[in-house]
Structures are given as C-alpha cells and as structure tokens.
C-alpha cells in the first residue's frame, strides 16, 4: 500500500472527506452529465482500539466514469478485488447496490452506523493525501482537514458537501 495512514479524522468530518471524491461539476450547462477527469480515491481505515484491529478501505471513480457509475469501495485486506458498493443518485446520495445488510440504503448510513458504534471504539486514520483531488498536504490547516485550499473553496461552492466551520481560509 503506497498511502500512509497516519492522520486521524474527526468523526464529525469523517462522511465530508468520504464523499469529497465524488463532489464537483459532473454536468454541463446543459445538464448532460460529463466524464470524470481523473482517477479519484480516497483511503481511510478503521482502527478499532479495543481489539486491536483495523479496516483498510479505499473508495474509487476512475477517470472517464459518469456520476451514474457505481463507485468502487475496496477493503484492502484482498489486494486486487474492487466491489461496486454504491451509486450515485439524482440527490448526489450514494445508494448502496445489492447490499446484504437491508436496514441501509445509503453508504453513508452503513458507515455511521460502524463509527457511532461505541462498543467498537473505531478510529479512523487517513493517509495525508487531499481527501478530494489525493494532493500531498504539507500545510497544516489542510493536515488537519484532510482537504487542500483549492479544494476546501471547491467544496464551499458545491451546495450538497457540508465543509468543516473551522476551517481556516
Ligand atoms: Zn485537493
């Protein structure tokens, strides 16, 4: 694994960073949808403290792929396997595809539901990459907020992503 996992994320911030990959102009102004114009991913894992334990996983929209695609979520406990996990619907929601656990519909209603998890005790750490275009941040505003500077005003102008209030611009 080339990322380093070593920047925790604030559980508060946490669905903000998961979803950054998937934000941004995916339509023209004639609301036909465009092409992704670059691999997009975001690493994150889940340390569950009491036992000692980790999830790695790493959400993925290849370069070319439409909003409509599914994203591709890996656990990189198996090296080469990507499952499509989610969709992304008209609300810019990502709907979770064929999951085996039917009390969720959304992705992030499944990951809310393991992090709020307080018998489990998870932290997430994410390597110090922009959690939206995967940059390497130095600054330590950006650090702090897994997001770069272009990027945090990218995510204010995009109405659907919540940024963090502290954010330093
Ligand atoms: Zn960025």
């Known amino acids: 694994m ?23 102009a995916e339509e023209d102004e004639n609301e036909n949808s465009l092409p992704s114009k670059r691999d997009k991913k975001w690493v994150f894992s889940l340390h569950n403290q009491k036992e000692n334990t980790h999830i790695t996983y790493r959400t993925y929209r290849k370069k070319g792929e439409y909003r409509s695609d599914p994203i591709l979520v890996e656990t990189l406990t198996s090296t080469t396997t990507f499952t499509p996990l989610a969709r992304m619907n008209k ?3 990502l709907e979770l595809l064929g999951a085996d656990d039917k009390r969720f519909h959304l992705l992030e209603d499944l990951l809310l539901s393991i992090i709020n998890n307080e018998d ?7 390597g110090n990459k922009c959690a939206r275009c ?7 505003t950006s ?15 995009n109405s659907n992503v919540t940024v963090s209030k502290t954010a330093n611009y």
């Open 143 to 157: 650090l702090k907020l897994l997001l770069g500077t272009v990027c945090r005003k990218q995510l204010l102008l």
């Open 120 to 126: 489990f005790n998870w932290e997430i750490f994410a």
């Open 2 to 24: 080339t990322n380093i996992i070593n920047v925790k994320v604030d559980k508060e911030h946490f669905l903000t960073h998961a979803l950054a990959p998937f934000s941004g």
């Open 134 to 140: 995967g940059r390497k941040l130095s600054n330590p």
């Open 91 to 93: 609300n810019g929601e």
